[in-house]
């Protein structure tokens, strides 16, 4: 596809740092951020003039200026955040900050630190929330500022938040937060509440609302696709790293497409439902960023790419490409279904033609008509630090064994695993170790070959199976001594629905029966190679016993989520965790108090250097010799004294970033314990304890839930 028109901001562009502005309501400007941490404003329609506040530079047209912001930029965005206007403001993202500014006026808005960091930006309304929000992701937090600064919401998720995204997800008219991290997961929040989550495979770097409550995303190694709600609807991989995915109509068939912008300058437009390729172009250098916005001021909303190296083009919705070339998209379909029918049918005809021709082979190479590939999933702990599961797969007689093709996302290189035997080791019993990483319930997709030794002939067998959620926790006989820590909760639900739940989704040798009104089931989580007690009380009393709140969490969740409970309160003792956040929390006041001295020591030496250099001029103007070398080198020791302490303070501000980012890590495991309401009020009691620096509040929110 052709674009309408191309120009070159001829500036290189940071990739993911472009945007789009109507800063005055009307004009269209593009927006970026260049390797040396300014920002570049490219406004052909509406002249930017000024060469005070941030502006630092304008050339002779106006066309484009730029910003000064002193400080490394992360993410920008715009968005109309000013209630009473329809301006939209610019908003930047930094390591420790995050900035609003109005273009229009060339002033500041409010400047914010943010002491987690800000990763991504993303503004729109969220929930019941009258007024736009300005959501800024760091290091497992999300926080979310009104036009005013202020704080108007905050959360936590499981690790650096790397893709946001606002949409109506529930089809209730209002939207929820899906947030992409680098834990792999994407998580789902109505207000502050979670209400999906998702594990994919990677750190989820980008996404972008589709229509019917569908999105897209990007992962960092370069897998794309779509989800319906929680169902995907499809994905592909690729070896270039997808750099952002948008959404826009370009074939004019009102559903938006999922655009896709590769490191390689490609950029592809595919069908939301099916993934079909519907557009594409290639750029000669990475593309940075896609945009829409209407930059002929012709009234067309156009899809606008733009490439590092500052080229942008500008691409039309085709209405020739409307609804009759969706329906040969459909045939499409069909007919690859039919080739590849086709292929299959050929391959089965000329291993019946092979063994006609060769009649001696016929009994041979003819298998019998009851064999069947049968599998047995088994956990290995023979090696403990390498604890795995083997999927045994074997033949009922002695046909063996030539190949097999294992797929399985998350969890192999590559995502598929093949075991080709040598022709003397075939057998009809071959094994396929597998170490899942997470907790998340597993599909394989198994494909063997199958045959008689010296044969040339074989057959495919086909079959799946699913690994459940808990496989790498290993039932252990008999009672043991149960961990310190524990979580206890209540939920009235008959004991017959939890054995299935413990069916479900733990490995067992052979199905759990009911064996009275109350259990205790022992587990070694061989992952974490800790012990975890399962105990269901006649009252109802569920109690989880681990020293891993994490796990315990995870268990707690999926139990939850089988039992449909949509509130769960509970009670905790983690003691080891507590010490832990008893020292976390000192620390980081100790690293706060520095960093204060660290500011004023700081402060005083720029007075010191500033009144050096008046005395050196000083001295030079009345040339005194002796006086310049003088000063000279006491402002050099100055110089380094300084120096010295600017490094201090920067290693203050990456130990405070880790202690914040454990503090916060915690108190989303002990979220976890809960579910619903209870759930997302501890994050904001605790918050507002760190806040506080109460440890003795903190450590009781986490244990019981209320301050
Ligand atoms: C950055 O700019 C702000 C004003 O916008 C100023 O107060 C601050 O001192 C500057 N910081 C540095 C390091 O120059
Ligand atoms: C997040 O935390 C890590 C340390 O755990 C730090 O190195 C990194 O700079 C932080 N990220 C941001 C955006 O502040
Ligand atoms: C993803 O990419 C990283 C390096 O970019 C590599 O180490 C990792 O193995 C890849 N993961 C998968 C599943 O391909
Ligand atoms: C992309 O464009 C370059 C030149 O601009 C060309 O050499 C290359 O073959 C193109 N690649 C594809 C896949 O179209
Ligand atoms: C268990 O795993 C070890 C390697 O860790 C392997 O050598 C052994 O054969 C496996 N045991 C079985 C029964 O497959
Ligand atoms: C297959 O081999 C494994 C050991 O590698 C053994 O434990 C298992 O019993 C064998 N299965 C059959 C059906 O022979
Ligand atoms: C290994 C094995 O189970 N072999 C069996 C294959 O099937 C024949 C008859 O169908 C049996 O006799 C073998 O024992």
Redesign the pocket.
Known sequence: MQPVYTFNLHHPVIAGCVTLGYYDGTHPSLTAATATDKIFIHSPHKKLSGSSGRICSSDASKEVVMLNLNQTI?TIQTGQIDPSSDRDFLVVGS??SILVYDVEKNMDVFYKEVP????VISIGRLGKMEKPVILAG??CTIVGFDFEGNEVFWTITGD?VCSLALMDFDSDNRNELIVGSTDYDIRVFKEDKIVGELTETEAVTSLTPLQKSCFGYGLSNGTIGVYEKLQRLWRIKSKNKAVMVFNYDIDGDGLDELIIGWSNGKVDGRSSRTGEVVFKDNFTSAVAGIVAGDYRLIGTRDLICCSVTGEVRGYEANRMLRAPGRRVNYGHDAVREMFSKKQHLMLELSNYKESTNQPVEVAKSKIPMQTKLQTVISLNDTDLKKPRIDVNLFTNNDTVIRAVLVFCEGIFQGESHVLHPKDDELTSNVTVPITPVNNVPVDLHIKALIGHKGSSNFHLFELSRQLPRFAMLQLLKGKQEKPKSFSTFVIKERIQRIILWVNQNFLLQSEMTLAGLDMELYFKALQVNQVVAFCVGSDNKITIYCDDMGLVGEITQSLAHFLNVHDLEARAQFPKIQENLKELMTKMVELNDVRLQLSTDMASCLDTIRSHVIRIEDARIIEDVEGVSKWTSSLSACNNDILKSYKVRNQNH?DL??CL?QINKYIEQASKLRVGKPQSRLVGLCRAAVKNNNVVSLLRIINSGNN
Not at 116 to 119: A, D
């Open positions: 992360t390591p420790r987690e960091g800000v990763k760091g290091n650096i990456s970033m880790q980012k």
